[in-house]
């Protein structure tokens, strides 16, 4: 029942963050608690696949939080950006801690029947194209601090426009910033300004 794979989540204490299966139904899913007060959360649709190896995440971006498996969005929803402490003094991997965060909760424990590998928290929220490179890093047997051999870089399209040109990017490749510098050597490179989305 809520089978763990990584929970800030107290066994009286609705916490930071539940990342695993919801109740009984077998789908990943991910709760999150806003400083309101309020819980978003969102599962698969799909049941989890059982005895074979998934990459599974989750991100919460300061508009949505969004649910993968295997380098794909599988499901999402809105938050309103805020994202409490942790509740806990530890996060339980593969089980749900008690509110001191010593030992497995004795009245849920969510434990995860199965192996666990390479679990990683950022400070961030990753884009999709980071999402994929890790999820590709995992197939090729490498860490998740390998993923950036991974990652591919946008083609840019640079289009005339009147008098204006006009530098563009795939909408998929999200957090890049185009930048510019005066000279090549030495340089400093600062954002463009003006420049939304990925024109």
């Known amino acids: 029942n809520w089978a763990t794979f990584v929970k800030n989540w107290g066994a009286s204490l609705a916490g930071q963050f539940h990342f695993g299966l919801y109740a009984l139904g077998g789908q990943e899913n991910i709760y999150i608690k806003q400083a309101d007060g309020k819980t978003p959360n969102v599962s698969d649709p799909v049941l989890f696949p059982l005895g074979s190896w998934q990459h599974v995440a989750f991100v919460c971006d300061?508009?949505?939080?969004l649910l993968y498996r295997n380098g794909a969005l599988v499901a999402s929803t809105t938050y309103n950006g805020t994202f409490i402490p942790p509740v806990t003094p530890a996060v339980g991997i593969g089980a749900k801690l008690g509110d001191n965060?010593?030992?497995?909760d004795t009245g849920n424990p969510g434990y995860w029947d199965g192996m666990?590998?390479?679990?990683?928290?950022?400070?961030?929220?990753?884009?999709p194209t980071e999402i994929e490179a890790i999820y590709k890093a995992g197939l090729a047997g490498k860490g998740v601090l390998q993923a950036g051999d991974f990652l591919t870089s946008p083609t840019l399209?640079?289009?005339l426009s009147g008098k204006n040109v006009v530098i563009s990017w795939p909408s998929s490749y999200t957090g890049y910033t185009l930048e510019s510098t005066p000279a090549l050597s030495g340089a400093t490179w600062k954002a463009v300004s003006g420049v939304s989305g990925n024109t």
């Open 157 to 159: 399209s640079v289009t």
């Open 62 to 65: 300061g508009a949505n939080v």
């Open 101 to 104: 965060g010593t030992s497995p």
């Open 116 to 127: 666990l590998d390479d679990i990683a928290i950022w400070d961030r929220g990753l884009s």
